[in-house]
């Protein structure tokens, strides 16, 4: 039996006045932060459960048929069937007619009312975008994707078939991920030394005080999700009910920066498996979607903005690095990786890219390592001693439907889906980018390309395989997993004899490619964007196909709606980068998005389409 828990509007308004009233003098008197936190918990849970209506769901889906088809229509369709089997009989020239001109004058009305009946349905849901995107999926038949999960699991050699037992093997696996590879990886103990290279900071952060208009800043800005936490709190909820918890808010948070304290109670973690690709029966081909506490994405945000000011003012950062970062984006990594290739091509000189794959880089993160690395950036005191509450003693567990499973410790790596847990990685890595003094780096969170370029071929091959090497090192230093069977190299150019390489680091002989993906495009050797092209046709062939199947019954706005969805995006992605190719590669592009304005604009397929952008 499934139970649902159903807030609306009129209730949170009525938990929003319960709040404003509330007298939270048991909240201000602690000055413990978890005892604070614990306080306003539970009158804030006691409150909502009062408002909330609990109701008993039905998991399976009911055929609802084709909505829009009245009694009226029905009929008709009998009659044109009645027609058809008439004309089969008698195959007569009135008989066919007959038969023809009443199924086109059917399929115009059914048209019609199809259109009429989506268009009420958009505009009953024009308040909620995730409304409208059921409807227009449910128009195109893209069914939403569904967290059924196979009857059985394997664990090894043992069958695991009850749920109860299956979300703890989900939980155990997830959670020693991190921790399993980091203790594959061997360092003798001269070489554990880390952050040798990062330049101590004079300087260190502070924490000023929370203001009540940066909460309200904060929460504005958070999306309307009802995806419900350990303690069965969703975002949207606090964001109706902010007037009223605002004030004990602003207290938790500011006595969490004065002690340097993360409340234990918003280090719990709710997992969902998403299966990923592969065998359903196996733990490792699913991935962790984390829910957390939602006043805990609050207080990451708070301490984050000032730590982006800090880090920022001090510019502690590497420039390689581009992700997670104000002002930068996928499009300039790429754009300093491509001017670089592009610059040794025009020189006649080779160019070797090497793409380095990292296992679960954000799970095996050392917080000893983490700790000595922020110390010497500025991160000192009551700051760090933030830090480090943050990140340890964290627990979490899985959930599928009702089904949860035990609680376990997270020993190591930075919270998935979490808002601090990126930049703190970036901050873990920063120094890869002086460890060679030769390589040109281009980082984008964990995502990392190194590049080495030469007039001289074999000395190229030399120095990235003995920068590899000490690269290999750094990262076994610092307990993160090389993959060396994922990571590719390439040679750059259009040479005309084909030229044998071989890399090898740690006996294990790199792949060279000629294609690959990085960052969302695909780069091929000669630096001329035809697989990327012909992967963005793909991509656009399905989103013309989509609306060539809806066009009859849906308005140009909502069209053009789909187009944004299913077709702008693929043609818009990083276009700064791989636009600027021969004419005749981009033709194809130009061809398919005439194509596709001539569909939302319900034009023939000879329409000029200048008038119609």
Not at 47 to 76: C, F
Not at 235 to 261: A, H, W
Not at 459 to 466: A, G, K, N
Not at 500 to 525: A, M
Request: aromatic content about 12%; charged content about 25%; overall charge positive.
């Amino acid at each position: 039996m499934i139970y649902k828990t159903i807030r609306t509007e009129k209730a949170m308004q009525c938990l929003k006045n319960e709040l404003i009233k509330q007298d939270w003098t048991i909240v201000y008197k602690h000055k413990d932060v978890n005892k604070a936190y614990e306080a306003f918990l539970s009158i804030f849970m006691a409150l909502l459960e009062k408002n909330s209506l609990l109701i008993e769901v039905n998991r399976k889906d009911k055929y609802t048929g084709r909505p829009w088809m009245t009694k009226g229509l029905q009929n008709a369709c009998k009659k044109k069937n009645s027609l058809y089997r008439e004309f089969i009989k008698k195959r007569t020239t009135e008989s066919e007619k007959k038969y023809k001109k009443y199924k086109n004058k059917l399929t115009n009305i059914m048209r019609t009312c199809k259109k009429e009946y989506f268009i009420k349905k958009l505009e009953d849901n024009k308040d909620s975008m995730k409304g409208i995107w059921n409807v227009l999926n449910s128009i195109i038949k893209n069914a939403p994707r569904t967290n059924d999960y196979p009857g059985y699991f394997m664990e090894g050699t043992n069958t695991i078939s009850k749920m109860n037992e299956v979300v703890d093997g989900f939980n155990d696996f997830f959670v020693h991920i991190g921790p399993k590879l980091a203790t594959e990886i061997k360092v003798d103990m001269i070489e554990r030394e880390t952050g040798g290279n990062i330049e101590r900071n004079a300087s260190s952060m502070f924490l000023r005080a929370v203001e009540e208009k940066e909460i309200y800043d904060i929460v504005s800005g958070l999306k309307n999700k009802t995806s419900t936490d350990f303690h069965d709190i969703d975002m949207l909820t606090v964001k109706r009910v902010i007037d009223g918890i605002v004030k004990p808010l602003q207290y938790i948070f500011n006595l969490s920066f004065q002690e340097g304290v993360f409340p234990q109670k918003m280090k719990v973690a709710k997992i969902i498996p998403i299966y990923k690709s592969g065998e359903k029966h196996c733990f490792t081909n699913y991935r962790p979607v984390s829910v957390l506490c939602q006043f805990s994405k609050i207080l990451e945000k708070l301490f984050l903005k000032r730590l982006d000011n800090f880090v920022e003012k001090h510019d502690l950062l590497a420039n390689c690095q581009y992700g997670f970062r104000n002002n930068r984006s996928t499009v300039l990594a790429l754009m300093d990786l491509m001017e670089e290739i592009t610059e040794c091509m025009d020189n006649k000189k080779y160019a070797l890219g090497v793409f380095l794959d990292l296992k679960k880089a954000f799970d095996t993160v050392d917080h000893k390592i983490l700790i000595i690395k922020l110390e010497k950036y500025g991160f000192r005191g009551v700051v760090l001693d933030w830090i480090k509450s943050y990140v340890m003693n964290r627990q979490q567990y899985v959930q599928i439907n009702e089904f949860k499973s035990k609680l376990m410790d997270i020993e190591c790596g930075v919270p998935q889906g979490s808002v601090l847990g990126p930049k703190l990685f970036i901050m873990y890595i920063n120094d890869i980018c002086k460890v060679s003094k030769i390589l040109k780096f281009v980082i984008f969170a964990d995502d990392t390309n190194i590049l080495c370029s030469s007039g001289e071929f074999q000395q190229v091959v030399e120095v990235i395989t003995q920068e590899l090497k000490i690269l290999k090192t750094w990262f076994d230093r610092n307990k993160l997993s090389l993959n060396l069977n994922k990571t590719k190299f390439m040679l750059f150019g259009n040479h005309k004899k084909d030229i044998n390489i071989e890399i090898c680091v740690d006996n294990v002989y790199l792949e060279r490619v000629n294609t690959i993906k990085f960052l969302g495009v695909i780069i091929d050797h000669k630096a001329c964007w035809k697989s990327h092209i012909t992967y963005v046709r793909g991509k656009l062939a399905r989103g013309i196909a989509v609306l060539g199947k809806v066009k009859h019954f849906l308005d140009r706005k909502t069209l053009y709606m789909l187009y944004c969805a299913f077709i702008l995006p693929y043609m818009s992605y990083c276009v700064e980068v791989w636009g600027n190719t021969y004419k005749s590669n981009i033709q194809t592009i130009i061809i398919m998005q005439k194509r596709a304005i001539r569909l939302i604009n319900q034009e023939g397929y000879r329409a000029h389409t200048n008038a119609l952008y």
